[in-house]
């Protein structure tokens, strides 16, 4: 079952409470900004491998690595980074970063001020990670320097100056997008698309417990998740890799229901319901129609 780590929890998790800037819960959602130093090099904990419900945007100072799905980006020695709810990240190489800024906030935050899904840099398909010559490694500091001002200020409306700011380094960093062909882009994007709902299926599974259950069930599941039209998905999905998204989703449920009749004790009905059926009937027709026998059959040969 995917867990999802939110905002309070990743302040719990990270920081000691009392360390928080003075209005850290704001009636416009939640924001915070932090100085990277405390939190890296040799004795730093490595960042989990998860999807989180909040948006962050760091200025990494040194070297590392950035794993995603379907790539891992190289930092030789400043950059701007935009992580987002969709896409699983994981830090490497934390030992080697000197310093920099990151801040933290939700959706909630931007209420009636827009969708950040909308900008690139936030879409599945986006560049999330910009190297940045020294110059441009100044300016960003000093977005983050004003952002600590802003924040530990008496000013009334703060949160509207600290919107402005984050929405700063948004476009500072989309202004630096290289153009590619719009051919490029779309194979870029499928595949892309492709390896993140590969990524979410994959992540449902092992089921451990009877109490799991998992929430993607179809292509409709997966495209709400990434914020895309079902249709987009299942055109990125087939075309890099020529099966239909439901087929590779029904083939990652047989898998799994084999590998818990076989090596689990638990009954077919606890079972059906792991993995999401509602009535037991369904995951005999499901398993039948995939396997050519029963799910009692299987377990039994």
Known sequence: ???????????????????????????????????????????????????????????????????????????????????????????????????????????????????????????????????????????????????????????????????????????????MQPNMSIDQQQINANHRISSLFLDLLERQFPIDETFQKIELRSASDFASQLNIHVNHLNRAVKETTQKTTSQIIAERIVQESKILLKHSVWSVAEIASALGFNEVTHFNNFFKKHIQTTPLKFRNV
């Open 1 to 175: 079952m995917i867990k999802i780590e939110n905002i309070s929890e990743f302040d719990r998790n990270k920081f000691d409470c009392n360390s928080f800037p003075e209005g850290f819960n704001n009636k416009g959602g939640l924001f915070n900004v932090f100085r990277l130093e405390p939190f890296v090099g040799d004795k730093a904990k490595p960042v989990p491998y998860k999807r989180r419900d909040f948006y962050k945007v760091t200025l990494m100072v040194g070297q590392g690595k950035i794993h995603y799905a379907d790539k891992v980006v190289d930092i030789e020695k400043q950059a701007l980074v935009f992580s987002n709810p969709l896409i699983p990240y994981k830090w490497e190489h934390t030992d080697t970063i000197r310093g920099g800024f990151f801040c933290v906030f939700n959706q909630e935050f931007f209420h009636n001020y827009g969708y950040l899904s909308q900008y690139e840099v936030f879409q599945p398909n986006g560049t999330h990670v910009f190297d940045l010559s020294d110059e441009q490694a100044l300016q960003v500091s000093s977005l983050y320097e004003r952002m600590f001002e802003e924040i530990n200020s008496d000013y009334l409306h703060k949160y509207d100056v600290l919107r402005t700011i984050v929405l700063e380094l948004l476009h500072f960093a989309m202004k």
